[in-house]
């Protein structure tokens, strides 16, 4: 691909794809599909489902850092901490991710509470600005709604609505989809877990998307997922827990483009 034409692409991919920006970047929920309103990232499920926030440890950082498609002018870099008491969560993520010629930088706000018998619900509040050469740049806020509630013992359900604002992109005027997500985590046998989530975007097919993770010892968990009408195949990763640390890893294959790998670390502070 030659050098002038490849910058060029790269700029037209992600305006394209600018929407889907705003999923988490995370290792673990990459490694599950993509999979979001159910899926507990330490400080990283400020990305996610906010209304998780009151299930992690105490205070956990976060680091994450991929290349999307293999691209090496395009990198993302994402970083988290968050403060969780049992009742309340809160947490703050910041997000990068572009080239020079187009960059997308996100900050995130969660909040959350539980409300009774392990029912919890939260808001994330964002503030996403694009960065394009030449054209200038702009930013707009976005808001989510998320809520975690348990059915029984073996089984839970989340769901977030993304963007329940409906936000515009600062003078166009184009107004950024609503999104709908929905999961229920099932406790099969011990040491594996089945995640079902629907995701549909306005106007849009939705999203089918299936999920596994098992833990063969304690430090270690295995993860795997596909879907339907998705632009990835499959998935795969693991993580490793040491003391307070762990380390996750996932792979994403896409249809037409090349694998992405995702690198994840987090630390829990007592």
């Known amino acids: 691909m030659g050098g002038k034409l490849k910058p060029f ?15 988490s970047p995370g290792g673990r929920t990459k490694a599950l599909h993509s999979q979001s309103a159910l899926i507990l990232d330490n400080a990283g499920t400020v990305f996610t489902n906010p209304a998780l926030l009151p299930q992690l440890p105490l205070c956990t950082t ?3 850092v991929f290349n999307p ?24 993520g910041f997000w990068q991710l572009g080239h020079k010629l187009y960059k997308e930088q996100i900050v995130n706000l969660a909040l959350s509470r539980a409300i009774f018998h ?13 960065d394009i050469a030449r054209y200038g740049s702009a930013g ?13 013992s073996k089984m839970n359900f989340g769901a977030r609505l993304v963007n329940f604002h409906n936000t515009a ?30 995701a549909h975007v306005e106007s849009q097919t939705p999203d089918l998307r299936f999920a596994a993770t098992y833990s063969p010892i304690d430090f270690l968990q295995l993860r795997a997922g596909t879907g339907l009408n998705s632009s990835e195949i499959y998935s795969m990763g693991f993580c490793v827990n040491w003391n307070r640390m762990s380390f996750d ?14 690198f994840t670390f987090s630390l829990e502070i007592k």
Do not use: C, M
């Open 169 to 198: 992109l600062a003078e166009s005027g184009d107004e950024f989809k609503r999104e709908l997500i929905s999961a229920l985590k099932i406790a099969t046998i011990p040491d594996i877990n089945l995640y079902i989530e629907t």
């Open 62 to 64: 976060w680091f994450n």
């Open 9 to 23: 692409l790269i700029f037209f991919f992600y305006i394209l794809t600018a929407h889907a920006q705003t999923l």
């Open 140 to 152: 707009h806020f976005l808001f989510d709604l998320g809520i975690h509630v348990p059915l029984s």
């Open 118 to 130: 392990d029912v919890s619900a939260g808001i994330t509040v964002k503030y996403r600005r694009i």
């Open 69 to 92: 498609y293999q691209l090496k002018e395009v990198q993302s870099i994402a970083s988290a901490i968050n403060y969780s008491n049992g009742v309340y969560g809160i947490g703050i």
């Open 249 to 262: 890893y996932a792979l994403q294959n896409h249809t037409y483009l090349a694998q992405t790998h995702y």
